[in-house]
């Protein structure tokens, strides 16, 4: 399947820090995501980008910043971490020639204690 | 914008029963529409997606899913569910650029 990684898998931080999770693909895709899952919510929308340097926001983009320096990586920031970020964070991408499905990475649980 | 109501939160079936998960959507265009499952623990795979055509669309393991425009659905179907289909199955909803999805329905398969 697509090659898209995400890091780290797991992460256990304090209130107040700055964390920065990592997606890298292999695919040369356009489009990278950012999702975050919690239950009862599905997954939501945080931030995308479809180049390098063009980004923007999704449903539930407060407290995130994302960037795209390159086009295999697209990082997603937490400025100051709160309790209520504390989730499953999803990277996606696109196929960008055909506009199709997305592929996602296998998740990042992060806790923030 | 765009959204994804997924009515039912959870879903009991008995297995060999047939199956139907509902999804409705608001998009302003002609919208990708995709039906994603995902097992306790694991990430997502794609069941199924409609583009354009035919509006009723074949997906991996037996599943089906019906276009219907005039009633801004994409209702997942299986004729005989198995034991080893109880997952949370999220409809979603796209254009171009950005993919939205529902708040998910989890299946419970009971012998």
């Known amino acids: ?113 | 914008a765009q959204s994804v109501t997924q009515p039912d939160i959870h879903i009991t079936v008995s297995e060999g029963a047939s199956l139907e998960l509902r999804c409705n959507y608001s998009y302003g265009a002609t919208p990708y529409l995709f039906w994603y499952v995902q097992s306790p623990g694991q990430g997502l795979q794609l069941l199924l997606k409609y583009f354009s055509g035919d509006t009723l669309v074949q997906g991996i393991k037996g599943f089906e899913a019906e276009f219907k425009r005039s009633q801004s659905s994409f209702n997942l179907r299986k004729p005989s569910v198995h034991w080893s289909d109880a997952a949370e199955y999220f409809c979603a909803v796209g254009g171009y650029q950005k993919v939205t999805f529902g708040t998910g329905t989890k299946l419970q398969v009971i012998p």
């Not at chain 1, 295999?72 to 937490?78: A, G, K, S």
């Open chain 1, 1 to 113: 399947d697509a090659g898209i990684t995400q890091s780290p898998r797991h992460k256990v931080t304090e209130t107040g820090t700055p964390v920065t999770l990592r997606c890298h693909q292999t695919e040369n895709h356009r489009y990278m995501y950012w999702y975050r899952q919690d239950p009862g919510h599905g997954l939501r929308l945080i931030h995308y980008s479809y180049g390098v340097k063009d980004t923007d926001k999704g449903e539930v983009s407060d407290g995130y910043s994302v960037s795209r320096s390159k086009t295999e990586d697209f990082l997603l920031t937490l400025e100051s971490a709160t309790s209520s970020q504390t989730s499953v964070y999803f990277c996606a991408i696109r196929d960008s020639a055909t506009n199709e499905k997305l592929f996602f990475g296998s998740g990042t649980q992060l806790s923030v204690l």
